[in-house]
Nanobody, 116 residues
């Protein structure tokens, strides 16, 4: 059974930091590209960051470049999103995504709220 379980969300003040984690099981994690997406109320889901299967390549949305870092630990079947200098506009539900050719899996999401 495939599972992607996100954790680490919460309420943080502007300028603060959070680290999201996504624990994967039920598939060969190291063969999949992993991504974080987010969806704010009333908006479409958008890609935040992607990391290749072996971790050699990353890509970021312009809105988070220089503030967010995606990483993975294939030994722990876990992908992370380190978020620094958080802004109110980063408020959203953050989703973990695994993709390899036609196989796509999603987590249930974790809420991140940036507010004073």
């Amino acid at each position: 059974q495939v599972q992607l379980v996100e954790s680490g969300g919460g309420l943080v003040q502007p300028g603060g930091s959070l680290r999201l984690s996504c624990a994967a099981s039920g598939f060969t994690f190291s063969s999949y590209h992993m991504s974080w997406y987010r969806q704010a109320p009333g908006k479409e889901r958008e890609l935040v960051a992607t990391i290749t299967s072996r971790g050699g390549g990353t890509n970021y949305a312009d809105s988070v470049k220089g503030r967010f870092t995606i990483s993975r630990d294939n030994a722990k079947n876990t992908v992370y999103l380190h978020m620094n200098s958080l802004k109110p506009e980063d408020t959203a539900v953050y989703y973990c995504n695994a993709e390899r050719y036609e196989s796509v899996y999603w987590g249930q999401g974790t809420q991140v709220t940036v507010s004073s």
